[in-house]
């Protein structure tokens, strides 16, 4: 068998276009700010700062948007050509677009039904009236379906599946003896004979299983402690603080070198710090139903018990991998991520949220349910942190795309996974040698880290955006 082209038989349609779009934006690009720097009067008084853009300025802001809208529609029709036409004529975009099938499927689902319940999904509901909010949920989703079908989009197993004469292949390269409909490594092969297109489909598993849930448990310790600091104040207040900036002053790479060090896994650091940091969201769930549903005594005993008996479960299986029933488990370098995420990430939550607290504790709807008699913690968790929610959502995206990118750098240095692991900083790291030379097994990956930390942070700006016009 040949070689894939890129394009397979729709390069001659539609490559040209692709270069008069991309050649459109360049030019539109580049003459937008000019214009828009002539349309300013540049001399003294208030006539300059009344005069706006002028007609130039609209009109190459006009060329700019139609390019990347004559951008998108040629990649668009990349996508669908390259589903539509017989699997003799596709090129590697187009085979790659054939595997993720159950992705097209499953994006294009998901903003039907976020279309069809706009009014009651909130901030939600809102981003697909904006153009960055509407970029970023797509490339998060993107990759979230990516991660789920990931068993069915790899054609190959990224650790086990290393066929002889594909070592540093480039993209579209045959096998030597292909077998069934997987004839090619789509984007070629790594330094052991892997494929490339496999292991970053599941570096996505490995990367959203971590990212998102190490967040989530570093935004329940900053918001458990933050709360109390911001609202009581006091010695309290003065204690926390000064804890979380002695954890935001240690380097944070020296702390990830000392809890993989043999010595310091062997006394049990990381098991522990997991013990202490895994309670929070035990502690924070009991607290909130307690608040909550203080004057429905039998309601609140049924979600506190579900919560510690569940919770406990998790707790035993994740922290000191003692589950009973040998279902809940974390493998050791996991753990060693997983913690370090958490323990970096929580002083920054808290600091957030106790600033949005002391400015919330001031309000009147504070002072009215003080009024009434209700509990500190009552009014911590149903007052002031409903209030405070939309800041929160906007870090919470924010802080999995800085988790990515942390990921990432503990992967490339070695750090806690093991070392055939098909996460993306992993993969950057088997790769970087030959970068010269081979370039798509590093490049990939990377890509993949920036289109999703992109992603997370489009959908912050554009879930920003929404809460403040809200």
């Known amino acids: 068998m040949e070689r894939l082209s890129w394009t397979g038989a729709l390069g001659p349609w539609l490559v040209p276009a692709l270069e008069a779009a991309l050649v459109a934006l360049a030019l539109a690009a580049l003459a937008h700010p000019l214009a ?35 951008l998108a529609a040629a990649l668009a029709a990349f996508l669908i050509g390259g589903l539509l036409v017989p699997p003799e004529a596709k090129g590697i975009l187009g085979r790659i677009a054939t595997r993720l099938w159950p992705v097209w499927l499953s994006l294009g689902a998901s903003f039907a039904l976020v279309a069809l319940f706009r009014r009651r999904l909130g901030l939600l509901g809102h981003l697909l009236g904006n153009p960055a909010g509407a970029v970023g949920l797509a490339l998060v989703m993107f990759w979230v379906f990516a991660a789920l079908f990931a068993d069915q989009i790899a054609p190959f197993d990224p650790i086990t599946d290393v066929i002889a004469g594909m070592k540093n292949k480039p993209p579209g390269t045959p096998l030597p003896a292909p077998e069934g409909t997987y004839g090619y490594y789509l984007l070629g092969g790594d330094a052991l004979a892997r ?3 496999s292991r970053a489909v599941a570096g996505a598993r490995v990367v959203l299983a971590i990212a998102p849930a190490a967040t989530l448990f570093a935004f329940m310790v900053g918001i458990t402690l933050g709360l109390p600091a911001g609202y ?8 926390l603080s000064f804890l979380a900036n002695l954890v935001l002053a240690f380097p944070v790479i020296l702390l990830f070198f000392l809890l993989v060090t043999p010595e310091i896994v062997a006394m049990g650091v990381p098991t ?68 370090s995420v958490v323990f970096v990430n929580a002083p920054s939550v808290f600091r957030i949220v106790r600033g949005l607290t002391l400015d919330i504790r001031t309000r009147d709807y ?59 900083g992993t993969s950057i ?42």
């Open 232 to 239: 009581l104040g006091g010695r309290l207040d003065l204690l």
């Open 195 to 197: 494929d490339v297109f």
């Open 36 to 70: 828009l720097l002539a349309g300013y009067r540049l001399g003294p008084g208030p006539e300059a700062a009344r005069s706006g853009p002028g007609r130039a300025a609209r009109l190459t802001g006009g060329l700019l948007r139609l390019s990347l809208w004559a």
């Open 429 to 470: 790291n088997a790769g970087r040698g030959l970068l010269q030379f081979v370039p798509f097994p590093p490049l990939v990956p990377a890509v993949a880290i920036m289109s999703l930390v992109l992603g997370m942070n489009l959908l912050a700006d554009g879930l920003r955006e929404e809460s403040l016009r809200e």
């Open 366 to 424: 504070v002072a009215a349910a003080q009024t009434r008699g209700e509990g500190p913690w009552y009014i911590m968790l149903w007052e002031i942190l409903p209030n405070a929610r939309g800041p929160l959502l906007v870090d919470f995206c924010l802080r999995i795309g800085y988790t990515t990118i942390l990921l990432g750098t503990l992967g490339f240095f070695g750090l806690g996974l093991a070392p055939e692991s098909p996460d993306w």
């Open 272 to 339: 522990y710090m997991a013990g202490a940091l895994f309670l929070f969201p035990l502690i924070f769930l009991t607290i909130l139903w307690n608040s909550r549903f203080r004057t429905r005594p039998p309601l609140r005993a049924a979600l506190i018990g579900a919560t510690l008996v569940l919770g406990g479960w998790l707790y035993a299986g994740l922290a000191w991998n003692a589950d009973p029933f040998g279902v809940v488990s974390m493998p050791a370098g996991v753990l060693i991520v997983f913690v």
